[in-house]
């Protein structure tokens, strides 16, 4: 059984950082591209982040791009987003999801897209204060 466990969330001042984790357990998580996605309270989901299965490349949504770092660690299984200069409006169910397709590059038009993800987790919950 596949699953995607997202962690790390919570509560932080604005200006102060978080690190989201995304484990995976039930498939070969080094063969999928992983994408952060956002969700903030009466809004649509959002693309936030993007990598590629081997970790060689990355693709940020414009919001987020200077702010936010994503990374993976194959061997363990896990894609990180370092979150660092939070704002307010990145208050969010932040959520990862795993796509089979293998693209060697990162291609935003592509990861941005839900429809192409196989695999989504729960979420976990960012909240920013002012």
Known sequence: ???LVESGGGLVQAGGSLRLSCAASGLTFSSYGTG???QAPG???EFVAAITWSGGRTTYADSVKGRF???RD???NTVYLQMN???PEDTA???CAADHSRLPYASSTYYSRESEYDYWGQGTQVTVSS
């Open 69 to 71: 770092t994503v990374s």
């Open 74 to 76: 194959n061997a363990k």
């Open 85 to 87: 200069s939070l704002k």
């Open 93 to 95: 169910v932040y959520y």
């Open 1 to 3: 059984q596949v699953q």
């Open 36 to 38: 952060w996605f956002r």
């Open 43 to 45: 809004k649509e989901r």
